[in-house]
């Protein structure tokens, strides 16, 4: 598509949102990456007032509480550990502390890019123990289901996983059966139904009578989705349709379901401003056992509580926007963050301060 066909592309949308939108509604994009890409394109902006977008649980980072971040400092502690974790959640504040605080003081963790590098640790680091810290939904938890393969099949013995991989589709559930959120629809995160299909959404429109589009990240796909929204609230449709065929279908990736059922078991997680969501985690199967880091390797940790100020929760829920939060931009900063939101580059809190808070920025 030239340039100008995108202009006309993105006229079009705008104009029918607009047409069919008679109404305040308000859509939630569930992904974090969709909302930097909606701040990096301007979409807020262009959007008629009558439009919201909010900002959901999509941030893997974001939702992982502090119990889990108090576990994994406390394995940083033990001399023959090394903790080896995605860049984004050294900041993540624990109870007291953080992975970086606690790599400050001396504890060995290392930044990978993929679960496999860790996999490499292991072999050069016979001696000691390797804890993979596996933080994320659907999209990263076959790499990890993988790894784990990987390293039964080399007999790898000092490689251990502690788990926070969660599933997508459960957050939403527990959205729409809480009455304080208010959402018309929502813009389902197109990397996750590559792995996953439309299927675990079909909830959605079936069960809450609710719209929902399949979208990927660039602003027209945003841009269509939000049209393909204000087309079914139009004409009082509920259904999840699909605006990012060109990658996601309808069954998913049947090979990365089949790896991530293989490894780990559905259970219950908590998850920061939920709670305990039944059915939403992955926990790595008995079968599996001697590579789960909580059931092998004992840890020290403090007693878990969470910042009683931050409002990570409500803004995971769509009931705030970062900027009603009281310590936005005052106590927490991307430098010094009070809480996960803040921390990652998808988190909401994030996003909000790097890209000038949106509609608020421009005075309206």
């Not at 301007?42 to 977008?53: C, D, S, T």
């Not at 813009?187 to 792995?195: D, F, K, M, Q």
Request: net charge neutral; charged share 25%.
């Amino acid at each position: 598509m030239t340039p100008e066909e995108s202009r006309k592309a993105a006229e079009f949308f705008l104009r029918k949102i607009d047409e069919y939108i008679d109404h305040p509604v308000r859509f939630m994009e569930v992904c974090g990456t969709h909302t930097v890409a909606i701040f990096r394109s301007g979409i807020r902006q262009l959007l008629p007032e009558k439009v919201e977008l909010v900002s959901g649980p999509g941030c893997p980072v974001c939702v992982t509480p502090n119990d889990y971040m108090d576990m994994a400092i406390a394995y940083a502690k033990e001399e023959n550990n090394i903790i080896a974790t995605f860049g984004d959640m050294l900041k993540v504040p624990g109870t007291t502390s953080s992975l970086i605080e606690a790599n400050t003081r001396g504890a060995d963790i290392r930044i990978i890019y993929s679960p496999l590098d860790a996999l490499q640790m292991a072999r050069d680091n016979p001696s000691r123990n390797i804890i993979f810290l596996g933080v994320g939904f659907e999209t990263t938890a076959p790499l990890t289901a993988a790894t784990i393969q990987a390293a039964r099949q080399e007999n790898i013995k000092n490689f251990f996983v502690l788990t926070s991989h969660k599933w997508t589709d459960a957050p939403v559930k527990a959205l729409l059966s809480d009455d304080k959120v208010n959402v018309d629809g929502f813009l389902l995160p197109g990397h996750v139904c590559v792995i996953t299909g439309e299927g675990p959404f079909s909830f959605v429109a079936e069960k809450y009578k609710k719209s929902a589009v399949v979208t990927g990240f660039e602003a027209l796909d945003i841009l269509q989705a939000v049209y393909m929204l204000a087309k079914q609230i139009h004409e009082k449709r509920a259904e999840i349709e699909n605006a990012y065929k060109r990658v996601v279908k309808y069954n998913g990736n049947i090979i990365a379901q089949k790896a991530i059922m293989e490894v780990f078991d559905k259970t219950a997680a908590t998850w920061r401003g939920f709670g305990l969501i039944e059915q939403s985690g992955m926990s790595i199967k008995d079968e599996y056992s001697e590579y789960d880091a909580l059931k092998c390797i004992k840890g020290d940790k403090e007693i878990s509580k969470e910042n009683p100020a931050c409002c990570c929760g409500d803004v995971l829920r769509g009931i705030i926007k970062p900027p009603q939060c009281p310590l936005f931009k005052k106590i927490c900063t991307p430098d010094k963050p009070a809480g996960a939101c803040m921390v990652s580059v998808e988190g909401a809190c994030h996003a909000w301060y790097k890209y000038g808070q949106g509609r608020y920025h421009y005075g309206r």
